[in-house]
């Protein structure tokens, strides 16, 4: 049976999907069958052929996985806007059903899946006629969160509000990735020591800043996978 987790952050461009290239490739360089699945992309990117989904694009060319980014999301769009919104001005609703199936085709080519979301946890997906949350997709596919946040000024206030509005839906949190850590600055040392102290959830990883490579052993990186 597969092994997924959902990469959430405490924000928009908080380096979600730079720390989940980091991820894929440590799992993959560990010789583990490893993929990555993106359920919905606004912002991709035209060239002269076809729109460019750019995170596919970056864990691709990061992790060398084997497989065209256009194949890893459901739904991409050009708007560079929230998700709902995009599909809104785009003509092109995003549908559960479609993200829950493609996710299965998934599940069935690799041992360990890494999902990665659409900016904070608070994504909105669909508020037409329906409403559809990032929170049930998430809840739709049994995946545990792992959160990426900042190390600077502000992180814990993000942090710990993250981790309640999760639990507060039932949602497990496995623990936290730092990210453009420096082990030398004060501050930081001190967000990772408050983090863990006030959501008694580990951080599992501190990413300094243009790092090539995960610091965390690949058998606990895998622990933190769950069934699905």
């Known amino acids: 049976m597969s092994k997924a987790i959902f990469i959430t952050g405490t924000g928009t461009d908080v380096g979600k999907t730079y720390v989940a290239g980091l991820i894929v490739k440590k799992l ?48 991409m769009y050009e708007t560079a806007v ?56 998430i809840r739709q596919l049994n995946l545990a969160l792992l959160v990426v946040t900042p ?4 992180s814990i206030n993000n942090a710990v509000l993250t981790v309640h509005y999760a639990e507060s839906l039932g949602l497990a949190v496995k623990g936290f990735i730092l990210n453009n850590y420096d082990s030398a600055n004060f501050l930081h040392n001190d967000n990772k020591k408050s983090i863990e102290r006030i959501t008694k959830i580990p951080v599992v990883a501190c990413v300094a800043s243009h790092a090539s490579y995960l610091d965390i052993d690949s058998n606990a990186l895998c622990n933190l996978y769950k069934e699905v």
Do not use: W
């Open 151 to 154: 190390s600077g000024l502000g």
């Open 28 to 75: 993959c360089n560990s010789g583990i069958n490893a993929g990555y699945y993106k359920p919905a992309l606004s912002g991709a990117e035209p060239n002269s052929v076809e729109l460019v989904p750019g995170d596919c694009k970056f864990v691709v060319e990061t992790a060398g996985l084997n497989s065209l980014p256009k194949e890893l999301t459901s739904y």
């Open 82 to 137: 929230s998700p709902h919104l995009a599909a809104q001005i785009e003509g092109r609703p995003i549908d559960l059903e479609v993200i829950r199936s493609d996710f299965t085709k998934f599940t069935r080519k690799y041992d360990f899946i890494t999902v990665e979301g659409c900016g904070g946890i608070i994504c909105p997906l669909r508020l037409d006629n329906q409403a559809l949350m990032q929170t049930d997709i």
